[in-house]
């Protein structure tokens, strides 16, 4: 182990002693590492390196029963219990989907590029990270799972070198927001209203170049409206009394998650938001929103509204909208529930 990794080891182990409820992406945030290294400080106590094809990793999970998936960002936590099934990719392989009710992913294989069998106080779980060294999603074990299919995973996948060293490297900057002068504003509005799918909204912000909360500024007039950093809290609190099912996005740069179902169990604690439900958790961190927007995009399905929160970086810190699939029209409940609370 080299010296540098030794430092962030001993370093890692004071501060864990320090402060034992910190959360490990706090601390490597607090040392200016990645959260990756400080796993791999764990290799050959408390984590296993893995070695592999991840997609195929991935496909071997619905061995192991129902899990928690989990998916976050450094303002939200999505959790999400269940089985996964309906694994596929495409993209060249590096595009992926988990497709099941309970277990629903977007998969960017591009940025896996470490992963770790983790046992934290008998915690099982499995997790992989980008090149910078930050997680992109993270399996647990629940009491559901299969203990030994999981073990078997592990030792098929364990890397012949268990190595403490990790290097990671940090992403490029990205650009500068282009200034609105600079933007064929009319043609991108013309793009907006034609469009047939939601998800041309972001080949429709790569041609014109625009962040995307600059999109959403430029945006034609009726489709979106700048709303309280509140609203979020408000709109959940009625989607729990009416019972409106919801879908609720959160994404890391190598995977989007997704929960689609009602919501009960409500709690603030602090500056965090929650949703504590037998098989769906979310604690979004509330004096993180910098800025929060309903937004209409047309479909061939008629208008799709959601509401969509940002940080102070322009980052999307979580998405939610009606529960809807391609060719249903969105709930009339989830319309008129953002019409009451947001007033658009």
Same mark, same amino acid.
């Given at each position: 182990?080299?010296?540098?990794?030794?430092?962030?080891?001993?370093?890692?182990?004071? /501060?864990?002693?320090?402060?034992?409820?910190?959360?490990?992406?706090?601390?490597?945030?607090?040392?200016?590492?990645?959260?990756? %290294?400080?796993?791999?400080?764990?290799?050959? $106590? +408390?984590?296993?390196?893995?070695?592999?094809? &991840?997609?195929?990793?991935?496909?071997?999970?619905?061995?192991?029963?129902?899990?928690?998936?989990l998916?976050?960002?450094?303002?939200?936590?999505? $959790?999400?219990?269940?089985?996964?099934?309906?694994?596929s &990719?495409?993209?060249?392989?590096?595009?992926?989907?988990?497709?099941?009710?309970? /277990?629903?992913?977007?998969?960017?294989?591009?940025?896996?590029?470490?992963?770790?069998?983790?046992? $934290?106080?008998?915690?099982?779980?499995?997790?992989?990270?980008?090149?910078?060294?930050?997680?992109?999603?993270?399996?647990y @074990? +629940?009491?559901?799972?299969d203990?030994?299919?999981?073990?078997?995973?592990?030792?098929?996948?364990?890397?012949p070198e %268990?190595?403490?060293? @990790?290097?990671?490297?940090a992403?490029?900057? $990205?650009?500068?927001?282009?200034?609105?002068?600079?933007?064929?504003?009319?043609?991108?509005?013309?793009?907006?209203?034609?469009?047939?799918?939601?998800?041309? &909204?972001?080949?429709?912000?790569?041609?014109?170049?625009?962040?995307?909360?600059?999109?959403?500024?430029?945006?034609?007039?009726?489709?979106?409206?700048?709303v309280?950093?509140?609203?979020?809290?408000? /709109?959940?609190?009625?989607?729990?009394?009416?019972?409106?099912?919801?879908?609720?996005?959160?994404?890391?740069?190598?995977?989007? %998650?997704?929960?689609?179902? +009602?919501?009960?169990?409500?709690?603030?604690?602090?500056?965090?938001?929650?949703?504590?439900?037998?098989?769906?958790?979310?604690?979004?961190?509330?004096?993180? /929103?910098?800025?929060?927007?309903?937004?209409?995009k047309?479909?061939?399905?008629?208008?799709?509204?959601?509401?969509?929160?940002?940080?102070?970086?322009?980052?999307?810190?979580?998405?939610?909208?009606?529960?809807?699939?391609?060719?249903?029209?969105?709930?009339?409940?989830?319309?008129?529930?953002? %019409?009451?609370v947001?007033?658009?």
């Amino acid at each position: 182990m080299d010296t540098l990794n030794l430092d962030i080891k001993e370093q890692y182990s004071r /501060i864990k002693a320090e402060q034992p409820k910190s959360r490990i992406r706090d601390i490597a945030r607090t040392m200016g590492v990645g959260e990756a %290294q400080l796993v791999a400080t764990g290799v050959g $106590e +408390t984590a296993v390196r893995l070695e592999g094809d &991840f997609r195929e990793m991935i496909k071997e999970i619905q061995s192991m029963g129902k899990v928690m998936a989990l998916t976050r960002n450094n303002n939200v936590v999505h $959790e999400r219990k269940g089985v996964y099934h309906n694994v596929s &990719f495409e993209g060249g392989g590096m595009v992926g989907l988990v497709l099941d009710p309970d /277990i629903d992913l977007r998969l960017f294989m591009m940025h896996w590029k470490s992963g770790f069998a983790v046992n $934290e106080n008998d915690r099982n779980s499995l997790q992989f990270f980008d090149k910078s060294g930050d997680a992109v999603h993270k399996i647990y @074990l +629940t009491g559901d799972s299969d203990l030994e299919a999981y073990q078997r995973f592990v030792e098929k996948y364990k890397a012949p070198e %268990q190595s403490q060293d @990790l290097t990671v490297s940090a992403y490029e900057a $990205e650009r500068p927001e282009l200034p609105d002068t600079d933007i064929d504003v009319a043609s991108f509005r013309e793009g907006w209203l034609g469009m047939q799918d939601t998800h041309e &909204f972001f080949g429709l912000m790569g041609k014109y170049q625009l962040k995307r909360t600059q999109a959403l500024r430029l945006a034609p007039e009726g489709h979106v409206k700048q709303v309280p950093n509140d609203i979020a809290r408000r /709109i959940l609190e009625a989607a729990a009394e009416r019972q409106v099912p919801v879908m609720v996005f959160v994404g890391s740069r190598g995977c989007i %998650q997704i929960h689609t179902g +009602t919501v009960t169990n409500l709690l603030e604690t602090g500056p965090w938001f929650n949703v504590l439900d037998p098989d769906f958790n979310l604690h979004l961190r509330q004096d993180a /929103i910098v800025s929060s927007y309903v937004v209409k995009k047309p479909s061939v399905d008629g208008i799709v509204t959601s509401l969509e929160l940002f940080d102070e970086k322009g980052e999307m810190i979580v998405q939610f909208f009606g529960k809807r699939k391609p060719g249903i029209p969105e709930l009339e409940s989830w319309r008129a529930l953002v %019409q009451d609370v947001a007033d658009f």
